[in-house]
Nanobody
């Protein structure tokens, strides 16, 4: 079992930046692909970004390309989501997830999930 804990959410003005972190409880994290997803009130959960176990392959939703960057430090069992040029439509609960295979944009393919962290972007 892998436990994931997100941090770094908060309130920011449009155009600002936030950096989310997701800490994993097990060293086997380093063999997992990791993803970030978000869910806004009244909307379905949507894919944001994913990174493979080594960090050399990343995938982004079109809505965040060029603004968000996913990265990881396996020695610290941590994955990050740097979010720049934030927009009000980025407001959501952001959750990290892990799967012991390659990158995927499908939430149902991930086996482990964190509780999520709230990101609110004011206009």
């Amino acid at each position: 079992q892998v436990q994931l804990v997100e941090s770094g959410g908060g309130l920011v003005q449009a155009g600002g930046s936030l950096r989310l972190s997701c800490a994993a409880s097990r060293r086997t994290f380093s063999t997992y692909s990791m993803g970030w997803f978000r869910q806004a009130p009244g909307k379905e959960r949507e894919f944001v970004a994913a990174i493979n176990w080594s960090g050399d392959t990343t995938t982004y939703a079109d809505s965040v390309k060029g603004r968000f960057t996913i990265s990881r430090v396996n020695a610290k069992n941590t994955v990050f989501l740097q979010m720049n040029s934030l927009k009000p439509e980025d407001t959501a609960v952001y959750s990290c997830a892990g799967r012991p295979r390659g990158n995927s944009e499908l939430a149902q393919s991930y086996e482990y999930w964190g509780q999520g962290t709230q990101v609110t972007v004011s206009s």
